[in-house]
Nanobody, 124 residues
Framework: QVQLQESGPGLVRPSQTLSLTCTVS??????????WSWIRQPPGKGLEWMGA???????YYGPPLKSRTSISRDTSKNLFTLQLTSVTPEDTAMYYCTKGDASVVSGTGDYDYWGQGIQVTVSS
């Protein structure tokens, strides 16, 4: 059973950096073919793929947020992270970490496991 758990502050001030961690159990983030993604959903809007880090450490970013997004991992702790800089209230959303394969990069997005999501509000 694969489980993903998002964690981090639920409130971030404008202009600051949003930092989240996804802790994975039941699967290794270094196992061949696995891709680990961050996805967000603002209130009343659709899902937005932010980026992913693959089993070999390769990193991919969604074009709209590429300049502000940084994804990394700690293989010893079997977790991966998200940092989004210079946040504004428009970055308020539910943030999810997910497990998938290479299709998440090509656009077809085959996600087989999701975290429960964490609500992050950007407000002063």
């Amino acid at each position: 059973q694969v489980q993903l758990q998002e964690s981090g502050p639920g409130l971030v001030r404008p202009s600051q950096t949003l930092s989240l961690t996804c802790t994975v159990s039941g699967a290794s983030i270094t196992t061949d073919t696995y891709y680990w993604s961050w996805i967000r959903q603002p209130p009343g809007k659709g899902l937005e793929w932010m980026g992913a880090i693959a089993y070999d450490g390769s990193i991919y970013y969604g074009p709209p947020l590429k300049s502000r997004t940084s994804i990394s991992r700690d293989t010893s702790k079997n977790l991966f992270t998200l940092q989004l800089t210079s946040v504004t209230p428009e970055d308020t959303a539910m943030y999810y970490c997910t497990k998938g394969d290479a299709s998440v990069v090509s656009g077809t997005g085959d996600y087989d496991y999701w975290g429960q999501g964490i609500q992050v509000t950007v407000s002063s």
